[in-house]
């Protein structure tokens, strides 16, 4: 497809599925190049169908792995399957990310399956643009299921609950991941918690702790939390998982919980690139204008305090 191909032909393609105008677009998108937000405003108001499943955990637990063995189990039942793994660029685990995408290729020839690994972070730790417009996109293209392979634990974690329907929890025995040191947050983040690796014999014990942490907290939005024992590599318990996946999309989609988390994730998103909006525009300013250069000035000479120039620098963007 060409750069100058009106928008309204690639909406339609996008719309249709088709991959190589949804992999252009989001090039372009990253590239900024002039046309393809509006490219993405239109989809934006096509959008909103899909299931969007996040998939945290420790990393190297298997979310990738369990990722794979979903997407092979959507796409028996005939179901469209978008994947975004968002490769953390603080941790070194070069191998296992080059190790999703060769596995993942086996999915590549598959028109049905639409698979994107991103870098990118935002600035202040969370989801950044791409991995909201990436979803949009694959929703967009009808994907049914969009998978959001996030790793982390404690913050990191918990960030993806605010951009997912249904929160998958990933974790393995024997990774040093006793309950307690958990408890930051995802205990509080998982729909469905998934112990991996559970070809291993000493996954009881994990599964037993998880059960009974979760008991202590229960939730008041009418679905009970599952641990599930999985084992990703043989395709152990997939088809368990897949059901716990659908149930839950069912229960959400049987009240005003489907409602709640497309707003939470909405919102999600319209803070980040709020936030990065300004963000931008407040470095431009300090790189650039005399008055917020002199302001740095009296910073480092403490002629003025970080909290007087903040507020003066809030009060002049707004
Ligand atoms: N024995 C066993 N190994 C597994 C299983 N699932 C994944 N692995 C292996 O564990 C390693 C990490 O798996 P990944 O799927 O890359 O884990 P991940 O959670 O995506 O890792 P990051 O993205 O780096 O956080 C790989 O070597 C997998 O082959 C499992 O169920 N059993
Ligand atoms: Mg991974």
Known sequence: MKRNTPVAVVVKRILAGDIQAAA????????GVPGASAVL??????SGRGHVVGITGPP?????TLADRLVEAARKEGRSVGVVAVDPSSHISGGAVLGDRIRMQRHAVDRKVFIR???????????????FDTVTVM???????????????GQDGVKVAGAAHTVLVVL????????????????????????????REDCAELVRGLRLALDAGKREDGWERQVLKTDALSGRGINELMDAIERHRQVLCGSRAWAHRSQAMAKTAFLELLEAGIRELISEKLGREKTWLKLLDDLA?????????ARRMLRDII
């Open 41 to 46: 405003k239109k989809l934006y108001a096509r």
């Open 172 to 199: 393995a025995p024997g990774m040093g991941d006793d309950i307690q040191a958990l408890k930051a947050g995802v205990l509080e983040i998982g729909d469905i918690y998934v112990v991996n690796k559970c070809g």
């Open 24 to 31: 252009r677009l989001l090039r372009d998108l990253d590239d």
């Open 60 to 64: 190297g637990s298997g979310k990738s």
């Open 301 to 309: 000479g403490r002629r003025t305090d970080p909290y007087s120039a």
């Open 139 to 153: 929703d967009a293209m009808g994907k049914e299921l969009i998978l959001l392979e996030t790793a982390g634990v």
């Open 117 to 131: 690994s991103l870098a990118a972070r935002g600035s202040l730790g969370g989801l950044s643009r791409s991995v």
